[in-house]
């Protein structure tokens, strides 16, 4: 699969993703320990640079991140008293909970932050190789309420399809998302939600499931993951039920999907009415619908269990009203 971004091979499959994790961020015999720099102290009290490990050729986070605050310096961006901290998030390529500090590879690390120019950004990701994209931060990414509009975060150089290892009792998944459209999930973050669905599998409420603010589908292939016999997954944000898409296709074999279809094209950016833009079959049967969960029911069937995994924060009464025709709601 090409990546729908940069063209590369950003998307491997699941399976390979999988089995290889363990190593992906591990230091080799030869690399030097982590230097655990100071986050709090200025530019001015920081090293110049940290070498790679000349064995492996991997950097540490903060070799990655002192480049960049560098770089930034050099342009004007950042001053000599502001710390590593205020270059930005750090996000790997692929989200794992890790026990230790990640060793970085080529192009395995997109920053997230503020006051950084496109001159920069390209700068960053020919200079410093760990570095995969840049993306310019406006604070969270998507749809925070159907009333609102939504939020894009700008990639200004490299790409930012990334993806976020989800596990549960039922197996793990990868879930790939165009991190400057998608609000960050961190694995440790999205951990409760999956102790929510353990919950529901124990009790045999797994079977007929509509995930219905679904995002890039975390919640919805976990419940084909654990056995659902239909799985229906709703967004009203494009880059959500684009990044589902996707997803069913990487973790096709893992799913056992055999077939997916694309029905229906949805042109709107943010999605009123229902529009069944994926159909798979296979041990499951899989809706995907870019629509406002509002309004889903009048297309799609009731289920046994209507998933609403929303903002903190967001008031979801509207929505419980809106999915009553299903037999349970689960706030997740
Ligand atoms: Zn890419
Ligand atoms: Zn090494």
């Not at 056995?227 to 296709?249: C, I, M, S």
């Not at 009048?298 to 009464?317: E, Q, V, W």
Request: one cysteine or more.
């Amino acid at each position: 699969m090409k990546c729908p971004v940069c063209g590369k091979g950003c998307i491997q499959p699941v399976e390979e993703v999988l089995a290889k994790i363990e190593q992906k961020y591990s230091a080799c015999p030869a690399c030097a320990p982590e230097p655990n720099l100071d986050k709090t102290v200025g530019a001015k009290l920081l090293p110049e640079r940290l070498e790679r490990c000349r064995s492996c050729g991997r950097a540490t986070l903060d070799a990655v991140m002192l480049d960049a605050l560098r770089l930034l310096q050099g342009f004007g961006l950042r001053s000599i008293d502001e710390t590593l901290r205020s270059v930005g998030s750090p996000l790997i390529e692929v989200g794992y909970p890790l026990a230790y500090s990640p060793r970085l590879g080529p192009r395995s690390l997109i920053i997230s932050g503020g006051r950084y120019s496109k001159k920069a950004a390209e700068a960053m990701l020919e200079q410093i190789p760990e570095i995969k994209g840049v993306i310019l931060s406006r604070g969270v990414a998507g749809v925070v309420d159907s009333g609102r509009k939504p939020q894009e975060n700008v990639l200004l150089a490299g790409c930012d399809l990334r993806a976020d290892i989800s596990q549960s009792l039922f197996g793990e998944t990868v879930i790939y998302k165009n991190q400057s459209r998608m609000h960050i999930d961190f694995s440790r973050l999205s951990a409760p939600k999956m102790r929510i669905l353990e919950q529901l599998y124990l009790q045999g409420k797994l079977r007929d499931v509509v995930d219905g603010l679904c995002g890039p589908g975390t919640l919805g292939l976990m419940c084909v993951l654990a056995g659902a016999r239909r799985v229906v997954l709703n967004d009203a944000w494009h880059a959500g039920v684009q990044n589902v898409l996707l997803n069913l296709e990487a973790n096709r074999s893992l799913l056992g999907i055999d077939e997916i279809e694309y029905p229906e094209t949805s042109t709107s950016f943010v999605a009123k009415e229902p529009v069944l833009v994926g159909r798979a079959h296979g041990s499951c049967e899989i809706e995907v619908y870019h629509g406002d969960l509002l309004r889903l029911f009048s297309r799609a069937r009731p289920a046994d269990i209507c998933l609403i995994d929303h903002f903190p924060g967001t008031n979801t009464a509207k929505l419980e009203r809106a999915c009553r025709c299903c037999k349970e709601i689960v706030i997740v």
